[in-house]
Every structure is written in C-alpha cells, then in structure tokens.
C-alpha cells in the first residue's frame, strides 16, 4: 500500500531534469486502466466522478503515467496503455484493506475485459476520494493495482509515484521473487527481501531525491536494478526483462516476440461495446461509454 506523505516542492521542478537518453525498449507491456467513476461502496467510499475528472483520470494512465515509466527506466520499459470507462456502480470493496479493489467486486468487468492473454496488468480508478492505494502480486493472472481519486494527476504528482509504487509491488513480484530470487531490497518492511517497494527511506533515500518527487529516484532505481547501498540487492532492470512479459509466459512464447515494431496508439474503449476486448493489431478508438 502506498503511504501519505507530507506535500514536496518538487512538484513544481523540472520531472524531465534527471532523464538520461532513452534506450532501445528492454520490457514491452500492456496495461487496462478500468475507470470506476460511480462508487457506492458506503462509508467513506462513496463518490461520483464528473466528466472533466473522467477525462484527466484517461489522459494521466495513456499519456502522464506511461511517459513517467518510460522517462524512470530511459525508455527501457515501454507501458501500451488502454482505458475502459464502465458506468456500473461499484458496490463492492475489500473491508479487510481498507479501500482495496479485487477482481471479486467487479466480475462483470473483469470477465469482459481481463484476460491474461491481452494485459500484463490491470489499474483499477475508483472514483471515491478516501485514500486507497493497493498493488498485489497479482489477481486475475495479471499484475493488479486498484487507486482512489486523485485531484492532481500531473506530471511529478503524488498521484504518479503512488501508480507506479503500487505498479512496483507487482513487478517485484512477479519479476524478482519469482524468477530473479533475492534481488529486492531487505528493511524493516520486508524483512525476506521479497519486495522491496517500501524501503526507498528505510535505506537511506530521501523525498524529492535527485529532483525527482516523492521517492520517484528510488522507484527509478528499483526498476533499473540500480538500488545503491544494498550491496547485490540491487532490484530489477535488464537482468529481469530478459525473461519477457507476463502475456508471454502466459501464451509460451519467446521473450520480446510481442514487441511491436512500431509504438502502437494509446486507446480509450467504449466499455458496451464487445469488440473493444481484442482490438489487438488495430487502431480502435471509441468515445467512453455513458450509459
């Protein structure tokens, strides 16, 4: 779970100052942002986004997010991200994590438009403001993250570290626990080195490090197998995205085989219509859905 943290300055700095050159792509992946903008959960998660909120929720996951991966690791990952609105109410949240979004609360959506062939991972928006942010190993056989309502979804923002260190606790996974081993990181919070997504401060990394907001330089770190201070347990990196993604070990098929040779368009679904599943290998982009 991602932790409030005390607003930074650096919101206001350059996301862009830090970036190396980019690199050719090492890890290709395709990720679903299902957007939930009626919440009627009860107690604090209740809400309703309007359309406006809609729209920044869509333009952060297909352009801001993706580009802040890509910027993070020089464009050695590569994030092919779609959106699908769907209107039906969301009545139904984990009570044991508080706020947290499981494929169990909303099945129509997930038997629709999840399938470990098409996503290596799912976001989850759900349009309630309480904070809950959650990333898990995985659900549905694809990495899984669900978040609240953000009202800042700019570059740099609280709202773009929290994505990507839920999106974090699904790679160390995935990519490190089951196939690397003991890369992760060792502190208090993970003790085994299983995960090491929360132990940026723990070993000595600082908010708004490197020009970086939050803890984005330990995340980048992390990500390019470049954990400083932790002797060999340096994180991920090309060491893990030799192995492919997750849709290729799921469909047996050799690494990078589902690389396309061009960047393909970022999409926005119309969640009714049954076509918007497999739009794989076209150029398919609807108005989100109203009813």
Request: net charge negative; aromatic share 12%.
């Amino acid at each position: 779970m991602y932790k409030p943290v005390i607003p930074f300055a650096v919101f206001f700095l350059s996301f862009f100052a830090s970036i190396h050159a980019q690199l050719p792509i090492e890890s290709y992946q395709r990720w679903l942002m299902i957007i939930k903008p009626n919440v009627n959960a009860g107690g604090d998660y209740v809400g309703q986004l309007n359309q406006s909120e809609i729209d920044s929720a869509t333009e952060a996951f297909l352009s801001t997010w993706p580009d802040t991966i890509s910027n993070l690791t020089s464009g050695r990952v590569h994030f092919e991200t779609h959106v699908i609105v769907s209107p039906r109410p969301l009545t139904n949240i984990s009570t044991e994590f508080a706020g947290m979004i499981t494929p169990e609360h909303l099945p129509l959506d997930v038997s629709r438009h999840v399938s470990p062939s098409l996503w290596d991972g799912v976001a989850i928006y759900a349009g309630f403001d309480e904070h809950a942010m959650w990333g898990t190993s995985s659900a549905a056989d694809v990495g899984w993250f669900s978040v609240s309502h953000s009202t800042n979804l700019s570059s740099g923002s609280y709202a773009m570290a929290a994505w990507t260190h839920e999106m974090l606790h699904t790679m160390s996974w995935y990519f490190g626990d089951e196939r690397l081993g003991p890369v992760a990181p060792v502190c208090k919070e993970s003790k085994e080195g299983r995960d090491g997504t929360h132990c940026g401060e723990a070993i000595g990394y600082k908010m708004g490090e490197d020009g970086l907001g939050d803890l984005l330089a330990y995340y980048r770190d992390y990500l390019n197998g470049e954990v400083r201070r932790m002797g060999g347990r340096k994180g991920l990196g090309s060491q893990a995205w030799r192995f492919g993604t997750r849709r290729e070990a799921y469909l047996g098929i050799k690494p990078g085989s589902l690389m396309p040779a061009g960047l393909r368009k970022r999409e926005v679904w119309d969640e009714g219509e049954e076509s918007a599943v497999t739009p794989w290998g076209e150029e398919h982009v609807v108005r989100v859905a109203q009813d």
